[in-house]
């Protein structure tokens, strides 16, 4: 197991012993209008997150909570750590204590200074809004990876998470969650809102996009340009190789070993349409009616095909 997973797994499992035993009011903190859970994440780490600078080779991944973030970016992870042994620094001893949590806006507020010494090409994920980003990212030419799905699958999958992990809120029916949900109520705020931002930077030469269900549709054409937008010099074989490594299945028996305590939960079904065993007709008039009054028309509402995934 490479140290990434030791850091990541220690991590995770200090913020489920803490989340167990705080109040739940004190689980979420407020910073510019949008809820983070305390556990992981600070005021002083955002602050911090100002000043940070991003390099033109960085490898970044953009999506919103439960869209699938933590599945593609062991993709990515995979990807750019084939594509290294083609470069000079395979041979390069792991230094633990080069080793970051791969959440950008995770961790404690030093971390921005200990990241200018990994070396490159870093591979970065976020579930932060594009204007909440330090301004080096959207400047620099670093390539990003925007996923996004739909969000009768994304609420429903946040739902059970949020459920099953003492660091965030729990809800005692579907009802409340889908209230908090609609409402923005939720760690890294609203889901509509998220989309609609990144909507304006979807054209950027230097973004491309991908869903969740394009992925779990065909996840070897999916794997196969993602390496092509970032020019990663792998072969045939390679690519083969992380699609066989990134297939659900093998990522949830793996999950204890490269998610800690949160494996479980974080790998439960990776479908898609799970929503249809959870939402009433009234959530889904709901949810239909605000989809097309925010996102209606838009590039990534096109792309996230709501007529085929979140239609009942």
């Known amino acids: 197991m490479s140290t990434q997973r030791k850091k990541f797994i220690a991590l995770v499992d200090k913020a489920m012993d803490d989340g167990a035993k705080m109040a739940p009011e004190d689980l979420m903190f407020s910073y510019k209008g949008i809820l983070y859970p305390s556990t992981v994440c600070s005021p002083e780490t955002f ?58 806006e995770v961790g404690d507020a030093e971390k921005y200074q200990r990241m200018e010494n990994l070396p490159s090409r870093r591979v970065i994920f976020t579930h932060l809004l594009p204007h909440n980003l330090p301004a080096s990212v ?22 059970h998470f949020s459920n099953g992990l003492s660091p965030l809120p729990t809800y005692k029916t579907f009802d409340d969650f889908f209230t908090a949900f609609m409402n923005g109520e939720m760690p890294w705020g609203s889901y509509f809102d998220y989309v609609f931002e990144w909507n ?59 998610h800690g305590a949160m494996g479980s939960v974080l790998f439960r079904k990776g479908s898609v349409n799970d929503w249809k065993n959870f939402f009433s007709e009234d959530h889904n008039q709901k949810m239909d009616m605000t989809f097309e009054e925010r996102l209606g028309g838009t590039k990534l509402g096109e792309k996230l095909n709501y007529g085929v995934y979140c239609k009942a």
């Open 200 to 258: 304006k930077h979807a054209d950027k030469k230097n973004v491309m996009t991908v869903t969740y269900e394009e992925l779990k549709e065909n996840r070897a054409l999916g794997v196969k340009k993602i390496s092509e937008f970032f020019e990663f010099p792998l072969t045939d074989e390679e690519l083969q190789e992380v699609v066989d490594r990134s297939s659900f299945q093998a990522m949830k028996e793996n999950s204890t070993k490269t």
């Open 138 to 159: 959207l400047k620099s030419e670093a390539k990003i990876l925007l996923l996004i799905r739909n969000p009768k699958d994304v609420a429903t999958s946040f739902y």
């Open 47 to 104: 602050k911090a997150l100002e000043s940070f600078e991003a390099r033109d080779d960085d490898v970044f991944l953009a999506g919103y909570p439960k869209s699938g973030t933590n599945w593609v970016g062991q993709i990515l992870t995979d990807l750019v750590t084939t594509s290294s042994k083609h470069t000079e620094n395979f041979n390069r001893v792991d230094d633990e204590e080069l080793e970051e949590f791969p959440y950008l």
